[in-house]
């Protein structure tokens, strides 16, 4: 499957911006989708994730301002980020899991700044 992340930009702090993910197939509901985060000069870190059936995973950092869903009839993931902040910023990857192997959509840049 191939994972193609839109939808980054410049934003000022308070600002907000929706992701998508689009799947080049169709992946089940029970098939863990999630968003990671890579800042300049830091580590790729979790930000979110879902599966049917379960509530929604977030980090600390960003819950209460991101919302993550998707779409299953146009197999697509979205990243709804409110009240977003300068350390928002970074290239936003999406990801799927399936079959016990990760795979990673091209990331779209996210910067947070006035």
């Known amino acids: 499957v191939q994972l193609q992340a839109s939808g980054g930009g410049l934003v000022q702090p308070g600002g907000s911006l929706r992701l998508s993910c689009a799947a080049s197939?169709?992946?089940?509901?029970?098939?863990?989708m999630g968003w990671y985060r890579q800042a300049p000069g830091k580590q790729r870190e979790f930000v979110a994730s879902i599966r049917s059936g379960r509530d929604p995973n977030y980090a600390d950092s960003v819950q209460g301002r991101f919302t993550i869903s998707r779409d299953n009839a146009k197999n697509t993931l979205y990243l709804q980020m409110s009240s977003l902040k300068p350390e928002d910023t970074g290239v936003y990857y999406c990801?799927?899991?399936?079959?016990?192997?990760?795979?990673w959509g091209q990331g779209t840049l996210v910067t947070v700044s006035s």
């Open positions: 197939r169709t992946i089940h509901s029970s098939v863990v």
């Open positions: 990801k799927a899991r399936l079959e016990s192997e990760d795979y």
